[in-house]
């Protein structure tokens, strides 16, 4: 019986951090279904940053949505801003997602309070965070609060 006892205990500790974003867990920024709900901002196209992947950007809501097109200003705090990153041009192959998520003011403060993801094709969770790598490149080409896309 003694024996069992760590693997009780790994258990108990496993489940103690379902709610944590560590790798190989699934993003709880981006549900499983956001496709119903999600609007587009951006059509398929090649990007040179993204290990020349094809994105595709959408947005959670309307609010978000006006804000990234209208590119004059922050986007609302809970703003979700996701490119669906293909191999094939037509951004048909679904490699995985990099995501943008507007946190609490004071998350961030020095980079726009941007919690950054990025997933595999399942939508596990890679990198998160205030990942570096993502806010320096997104510093320098910042079109309007740290995105990128140009119209
Ligand atoms: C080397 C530069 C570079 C790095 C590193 C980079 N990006 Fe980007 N990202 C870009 C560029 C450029 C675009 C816009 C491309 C376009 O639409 O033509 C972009 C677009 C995006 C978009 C679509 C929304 C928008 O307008 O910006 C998201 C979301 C995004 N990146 C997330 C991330 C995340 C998350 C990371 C880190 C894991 C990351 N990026 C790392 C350059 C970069």
Not at 111 to 123: E, K
Request: charged share 15%; hydrophobic share 35%; aromatic share 8%.
């Amino acid at each position: 019986m003694g024996t069992r006892r760590p693997l009780l205990l790994l258990s108990l500790l496993l489940a103690g951090s379902c709610f944590q974003q560590d790798s190989n867990r699934t993003s709880q920024i981006l549900p499983g279904d956001y496709q119903a709900s999600y609007l587009q901002v951006r059509g398929c196209r090649l990007v040179i940053g993204h290990n020349s992947n094809y994105l595709d950007v959408r947005v959670n809501n309307a609010e978000a949505q006006q804000a990234y097109l209208a590119a004059n200003g922050p986007l609302p705090q809970g703003s979700v801003v996701v490119a669906e990153e293909s191999d094939a041009a037509d951004c048909t192959g679904l490699t995985g997602y990099t995501l943008m998520f507007k946190d609490v003011p004071g998350y961030n403060a020095a980079a726009g309070d941007w919690r950054w993801q990025r997933l595999d094709d399942q939508r596990n969770v890679l990198e998160d965070g205030r990942v570096q790598s993502c806010i320096s490149c997104h510093t320098q080409c910042n079109l309007n609060d740290y995105t990128c896309s140009p119209p």
